[in-house]
């Protein structure tokens, strides 16, 4: 059964008309021009196509779709020719103008694309199973859908971190990321915060930008006595950071979708989701720029004398 309050992606096959669900997690817009390619195309082509504005909705092998998407890739890394761009004068113009790349190089990975069946499976040869990954992000299904490769391999790693988590030693366990929200594969932001110098008598520490929670619980573990607040703008890290809690012997000490004005009490991990949506992130973001980054930080302060929890 249809369900047409999703976006919709349209393709002709020959002179039939065919439509299914678009899939973006990242919110992207289905795409309006589709067209249909297998085994047989080749990534410099690939590439032409999708710097045309068009939309490769592949019908070949799936392993070499795959394939295809890694040589896309590596042609779009070669660096460019000398002289076929302007240097950047500055290091913030060299920052732009890699950001700049970068985007585009998403933006056209994108555009290689696989269709899923209404049970989320891949109906092409070679076809991973996909199923259990999907579900994990997408739900339930009744319907066939179109979404990008590149997404859903993005969904295939996550489930596989999910199911086996990385061991982090700073809380003496493992994290456990889902999808949307960054693994935690880079140590340096825990080794510093273990060995940053900062003053006694600290009892309160703010993880903005959470993600998966690791640095609010390697606070707690390097300050057993400290209240921790985990805060992101993103609703899916809620889910996350609960997970990890429970796996990492951890206790919620805040109700969930609260943005409380001071934080106080037993020692324990106070969990503030401040969605897009609400007027929770409004106040954080007009307030607190630093709050919106991408980048997860620890401020660590004394808890004030005369604090009471009433």
């Known amino acids: 059964m249809q369900n047409l309050n999703f976006p919709r992606v349209f393709w002709l096959d020959g002179s039939q008309r065919n439509q299914a669900r678009w899939r973006s997690e990242a919110g992207l817009p289905a795409p309006e021009k589709v067209i249909l390619a297998d085994d047989r195309l080749k990534a410099d082509a690939a590439l032409r196509l999708a710097r045309e504005g068009a939309s490769i909705l592949w019908q070949g092998d799936y392993q070499n779709a795959r394939f295809l998407l890694q040589a896309m890739a590596r042609r779009l890394d070669r660096a460019p020719r000398a002289g076929s761009e302007q240097k950047p004068k500055t290091a913030a113009g060299a920052f732009q103008q890699h950001r700049q790349r970068q985007g585009e190089r998403a933006q056209l990975l994108a555009r290689l694309l696989v269709p899923l069946t ?3 499976r891949i109906p092409l040869a070679r076809g991973q199973a996909v199923q259990a990954a999907c579900r994990e992000v997408f739900g339930e299904a009744s319907e066939d859908s ?14 596989e971190w999910r199911k086996k988590g990385i061991p982090v030693p700073a809380v003496e366990g493992r994290i456990y990321p889902h999808y949307g929200v960054f693994s935690p594969v880079r ?3 825990v080794d510093l915060l273990a060995t940053a110098p900062l003053p006694a008598g600290c009892e309160l520490a703010f993880d ?18 400290a209240f921790a607040t985990a805060s992101d703008i993103d609703d899916a890290c809620v889910g996350v950071v609960r997970d990890n809690t429970d796996s990492n012997g951890f206790t919620l000490g805040a109700r969930a979708g609260e943005l409380p004005e001071r934080v106080c ?11 897009r949506a609400s007027g929770a992130n409004s106040r954080l973001a007009a307030t607190s720029p630093i709050a919106i980054s991408t980048i997860a930080i620890i401020a660590r302060w004394p808890m004030p004398p005369e604090t009471s929890c009433g």
Do not use: C, M, N, Q
Not at 214 to 223: I, R
């Open 187 to 189: 140590g340096e932001y």
């Open 146 to 159: 179109v979404l990008s490769l590149r997404e859903l391999l993005a969904v295939i790693s996550a489930h």
């Open 118 to 120: 209404a049970d989320y």
């Open 265 to 275: 009490g037993r020692p324990g991990l106070a969990l503030l989701s401040t969605s």
């Open 208 to 225: 903005i930008g959470t993600g998966t929670g690791l640095l609010a619980f390697a606070a707690l573990k390097l300050w057993p006595r």
